[in-house]
């Protein structure tokens, strides 16, 4: 497996060290370049971290004026809709840092698949000041790990898999019945960080596969960043099911 694994007890103090290491990197890169870009995860593991961001303690730590805020996936949905990705960071995070609407890079899940993709390219383009065949370095990006495998919406057995010259895409995900719009793998391997949270029990077996092969059979196994560094958080239950885990 590629990267470094950092491991917590629990659900509680792995959402700090991942909210900690968010707000070091995004520091850091607003302090030697004056700007800094952080791609959000969906799903739900990622929610108690976005809330200690927005949190009283945290809030104030990065100035929010300077960082631009993107996701790795959308579902095509409403942004109103409780399935939006979008509208998770919203309620936990967006309205509690006071960060520009112009800094905020919302995936457009109620439009046509292909047009919110196309859209959101060139909205990645013009946030980052990218050149038309330039690709991405955001500062850090989150992904959280699905039982299946896949990072952002990049599940097993889909074409977006294959996807190596545009920054996102749509795919429809017959497992789930339904459309998606997602980074591609060439554009999360550009960034400088890239941050995978994976908790609970369910995603043992899977991160377990995952770190003990190299050949690669999931989605997960293609983070392979290009210059930057890959960062596993997991918790105790996602160790220890590989016997990875030293009682501390
Ligand atoms: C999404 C995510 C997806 C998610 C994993 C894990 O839109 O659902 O981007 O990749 O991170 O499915 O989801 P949970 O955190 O809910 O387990």
Known sequence: MIGEIHTFENAHTLAGGVAGRILETLSEAVTTSGTASLVLSGGKTPRDVYQLLGSEDCRDSVPWSLVHLFWGDERCVPPTMPESNYRMAKEVLLDAIGIPERNIHRIHGEAPPQDAARAY?????????????????????????????HVASLFPGTLALQERKRIVTEVYVESLKSSRITLTFPALNSAEEIVVLVSGKLKAPIFQKIRSSDTPEYPAQLVQPVSGRVHWYIDREVAEAGGGWDAP
């Open 121 to 149: 390219e060139r909205e990645i383009r013009s946030a980052l000041g990218l050149r038309h065949d330039a690709w991405p370095h955001f500062t850090l990006v989150l992904l959280g790990l699905g039982t299946d495998g």
